[in-house]
Nanobody
Framework: QVQLVESGGGSVQAGDSLRVSCAAS????????MAWFRQAPGKEREGVAGIAADGRTRYADSVKGRFTISRNNAENTLYLQMSSLKPDDTAMYYCAAVHFTYCGAPSLIRPTYNLWGQGTQVTVSS
């Protein structure tokens, strides 16, 4: 069964760090472009960070220098390390994936991806 399961969300204070994880099953994640998206209440889902099968990465301007996307191919897991968190980072964070044949570069565009997790909530208080 093809599945993405996010974990690691929680409630933190502004300035704190947090790492969220996405465990992939039913497919070999190393052959996929993967990404993190987030959606705050009343807002559209936006791309935060993406990683191509070859390891190239891309970040939204709002998180550049604060967030790091990485993958552990042996564990079939995607990570998002978040630091210097701000209240504006509060959102549901979703993991997404698509086979590398459909993504030539790391993408933050939602329609690129056809596999999605259920999300993990991150809340940052001031």
């Amino acid at each position: 069964q093809v599945q993405l399961v996010e974990s690691g969300g929680g409630s933190v204070q502004a300035g704190d760090s947090l790492r969220v994880s996405c465990a992939a099953s039913g497919f070999t994640a190393s052959r996929y472009c993967m990404a993190w998206f987030r959606q705050a209440p009343g807002k559209e889902r936006e791309g935060v960070a993406g990683i191509a099968a070859d390891g190239r990465t891309r970040y939204a301007d709002s998180v550049k220098g604060r967030f790091t996307i990485s993958r552990n191919n042996a564990e079939n897991t995607l990570y998002l390390q978040m630091s210097s968190l701000k209240p504006d980072d509060t959102a549901m964070y979703y993991c997404a994936a698509v086979h590398f044949t459909y993504c030539g570069a790391p993408s933050l565009i939602r329609p690129t991806y056809n596999l999605w997790g259920q999300g993990t909530q991150v809340t940052v208080s001031s």
